[in-house]
């Protein structure tokens, strides 16, 4: 519960094992995560090097993602969807018959697409392969007696930096620059990291433990830089441990963020504390630091998960969401999801990730 309170092997294995660590740096440096734009599309790939992409932009809620996964296999989806704000779907046509290329009518090669009213999807790779072949290099996927708009400048560019990042270029897999490498040519996908999970259930306070600690974190915020109205300051505290609680106070306030301070703090007197620093273990696009600010923060006790968002603006459809998790020696990034083009189509919860764990 959380309160709230208002402040020796042989010459062959030595061969093999140097040419290994020959090769690991460039697979590192090919692993590590992505997102850049390329015209009105937007491509992600994270550390597994799954790759997102999708037009961004002035597209009025119609939408094309294509998403695909590393390794030989030919794991991919490809979606267009008619959402967002401006379209009151219940009195909206379905938008199949109603798709035009350049002007003129669609046609969906291939029996693999699941349609729905304002859905077309398909994670076939044929299909998939056949329709990009179609479209890639054409001026807008648009709907007939409709404003919205998928512009195709720059999906070339980014299918090519796809087949990049996942070293396909001369694979028979690749998506533009293919070739007759076979599928196995293609390096795996990166092993998925892990976080330990510590005992979700901590003893609870007492009602003297809380009081103290309240106490205690009315001393901190009393003696710390912050520049929030005092009225306005905030205190939470919840256990995280038997013998560890987290505290945090709000210190910082704009428009629409609000930053915190934490602290792990000692359950028994005298208390000692520490506070939380949030590194991330790569260094994120347009930044030159890899430490970050706890951005209207919050706690999840069933999770163990502290999560951060930093909102590029108040309707909360860009920016930054990471989520920490408190392995018994400090929190490590679980999840680092990104989306730095305002344009009123997803939440947090669906921004494309740049890093997962397990």
Not at 286 to 307: C, H, Y
């Amino acid at each position: 519960m959380m309160f709230f309170f208002f402040w020796g092997c042989s010459v062959h294995y030595r061969l093999i094992f140097l040419l290994f660590l020959a090769w690991c740096p460039s697979f590192t440096s090919w692993a590590a995560p992505a997102q850049q734009a390329f015209g009105d599309w937007l491509v992600t790939c994270n550390n597994q090097n799954f790759c997102l992409a999708r037009n961004v932009g002035n597209h009025r809620g119609l939408v094309m993602t294509l998403g695909r996964s590393a390794g030989a296999h030919t794991d991919a989806g490809l979606r267009i969807e008619l959402g967002g704000p401006e379209n009151l779907l219940p009195k909206t046509p379905a938008i199949a018959p109603r798709l035009l290329f350049d002007g003129r009518p669609l046609t969906l090669a291939g029996e693999r697409w699941q349609v729905a009213p304002w859905l077309l999807s398909t994670s076939d790779s044929a299909t998939i392969n056949r329709f990009l072949q179609h479209i890639q290099d054409g001026q807008a996927i648009s709907l007939k007696q409709g404003n919205q708009s998928i512009s195709l400048a720059g999906l070339k560019a980014a299918l090519l930096f796809i087949d990049d990042r996942q070293k396909r270029v001369g694979s028979e897999t690749a998506w533009i620059g293919k070739g007759d490498e076979p599928p196995l040519s293609v390096p795996p996908a990166p092993a998925l990291k892990s976080v330990a999970r510590v005992n979700p259930t901590a003893a609870p306070f007492s009602r003297e433990e809380l009081n103290d600690l309240l106490d205690y974190g009315n001393v901190r915020m009393n003696n710390s830089a912050c520049s929030l109205d005092p009225q306005r300051r905030e205190i939470w505290v919840t256990p995280l441990t038997d013998e560890k609680a987290l505290l945090i106070q709000s210190c910082e306030s704009g428009a629409y963020n609000t930053i915190y301070l934490a602290w792990l703090v000692s359950r028994e007197k005298p208390f000692t504390a520490r506070q939380i620093n949030l590194r991330l273990p790569f260094l994120p696009p347009d930044s030159d630091s890899r430490d970050i600010e706890l951005v209207n923060a919050t706690f999840d006790g069933k999770t163990q998960e502290l999560t951060t968002l930093e909102k590029l603006r108040g309707a909360g459809d860009c920016g930054v969401q990471t989520r920490w998790r408190y392995d018994g020696q400090r929190f490590r990034l679980v999840r680092y999801a990104g989306m730095p083009v305002c344009d009123n189509w997803q939440g947090p919860d669906a921004w494309p990730t740049l890093w997962i764990t397990r």
